[in-house]
């Protein structure tokens, strides 16, 4: 849409998968080596909350350990406030309905948890929209809002280990994240016929209460009710047959496998689907709007190649569907939405249709605890790209490593990926150095490791939440070498690193 302003800093970031989808390099094959998973790495504790996420909180004690005050932030040490304390969400009930004439939402949400701490009063994420009334466990609850923290007081207090459900009637005109932390526009986007919604790194709290970070991933089910005519995409499957009623369509769709809130979606509008199922049997949904009606066919056919050919690079696919949305807001960028990648106003090349779909594995499956491993995301989805383009005999990873390495007045040398800044967090470095850094780990320990170890990752981590330790831990195991002084020159040096062989 004309109205969308590119963010500058989203244009030199993001934009990767924006130029990448005009751009062809040239060509060779790789055989993709594939071997049998095994070893786990030991797994660190949860994120725990940070002193600077008890400091904001309101609550004098807030933070202490036996503080009945759950944090408002979860613990990330770079976005403080995100996420909340005290609780960890199992599911999330989002009943909602919009109208894209006067882009008003209005919904229930059920959050189901469990306490982690006895809790006298809890934070959800909620930006903008006004809240009516929150029960917990049917029972009225009082509350507040703060900035982006929806404070809760339950009547009652919740002991430590109790599940608890809490129910948020709320209502509003959704107004999407801008400029938090230079990413320009995400979150619930209204367009003239509905709503593109993308919410990477914390903009699900724009459309509904919750625990806005990856660190808590949860099962959802949507109920989604917009004008007839219009079609309401979420994540997962649909349940049943979409419902008309007097003027109005429901869609239920529900998400069986643990998500992390910034992959929710329900983008909305005039849609053309085709649904069916891949080579290897799994459901595909595709949805273009209108405009790209010429895209459908091609975004179907891609995404299953791509789809089943993933699952015999890096172990089984792990969601119960595949498939993609092409929507006519010109957001430029795509997003990973479990389930369904979105395409904000393009038709995909495959390199970049082939990165999404490897988000599903890294990024989906195996989620960052917290947003400074974010190289565990895209520069896989990165290298993923050269390894498609391998594949179809565009140009090797070799190729594309050895182009970005020749280039020493790359910015990316000064910008160390194993360590996301929250001012910049999807810099090019973060895609293609992170990329790079996979290639230089190939090199170094050879395909016949290289592709177990990504086997073994995605195994022993499915659903999880994932460090970048865990990672090396994991190629040191598979590998039997040390691997320090390689990880560290390509994630934590502020230097372009010596060549590799
Ligand atoms: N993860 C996306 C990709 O690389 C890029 C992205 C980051 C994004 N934040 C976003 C896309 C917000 C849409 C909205 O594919
Ligand atoms: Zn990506």
Redesign the pocket.
Known sequence: MSTHRLPSL?AAT?T??RVRAGRSISAVICAVAVGAATACAPSEGAVTPSPAAAVASASPGAGASNSTVGAPGIGDPDFPTDGNGGYDVQHYDLRLSYDPTSRKLAGTATIEATAAQDLTSFDLDLHGLTVSRVTVDGGAASFSRSKDELVIEPGRQISNGARFAVTVDYSGVPEPMRDSAN?GE?GFISTPDGAFV????N?AKTWFPSNDHPSDKATYDFRITVPAGLTAIANGEMAGTPQTNAGKTTFVWREKHPMASYLATMTTGKFQVRTGTSAKGLPIYAAVADSFHGSLDQLYTQTAKITDYWSSVFGPYPFSSTGGVIDDYA?G????NQTK??Y?GFSPAPTIIA??LA?QWF?DSLTIKRWRDLWL??GF?TYAEWLWAEHTGQYTADSAFRRYYANAADPMWSYPPGTARADD??SAAV?NRGAMTLHALRREIGDDKFFPLIRAWTDAHRYGNVTTQEFISMAELISGKNLKALFDAWLYEPKRPAPIP
Do not use: D
């Open positions: 989203l993001i990767p998968a990413l995400y993308t919410c990477e790194p903009g957001a960028y795509a997003l990973e990648p979105i904000g990165h999404e988000h990024g995301n895209e989805a967090l999807f895609y």
